[in-house]
């Protein structure tokens, strides 16, 4: 007797679950993804020492440099270079876009003397 009361309330569900089926899944609603924005190569040392030879003839030339994004978010890069001889990153400078292109933040206090 046991058996058959096990038995009665699983046919029962079985008979239910058969009938039923799944609903379907609501299709995806495709998005138009935005145009992508040209931006700017990253600036390499080459770049980044023709900019400060530019802006600041009477410097030493640049030895070595490494440069990289200010911040989460931020589109100005930070540079961080040695000047002739010394192979130490001892001198910063903030590249920024503007007009298609990077320019210097600050070029009068980088170019000052005594910044080198």
């Known amino acids: ?16 679950a058969c009938g039923e089926e799944p609903a379907p899944e609501p299709a995806p609603v495709q998005t138009p ?51 002739g001889e010394d192979s130490y990153l001892r001198n910063k400078a903030t590249l920024t876009p503007g007009d298609g292109e990077w320019t210097l933040a600050d070029p009068a206090s980088i170019c000052a003397p005594g910044a080198e």
């Open 33 to 83: 993804e935005p145009a992508p924005e040209p931006s700017l190569p990253a600036p390499d040392q080459e770049l980044f020492s023709g900019l400060l030879a530019e802006a600041c003839p009477e410097l030493k030339p640049v030895n070595t440099a490494v440069c990289k994004r200010a911040g989460f978010g931020s589109s100005d890069v930070i540079c961080e270079y040695g000047l």
């Open 1 to 16: 007797m046991k058996k058959i009361a096990l038995f009665v309330p699983a046919l029962a569900l079985s008979l239910a």
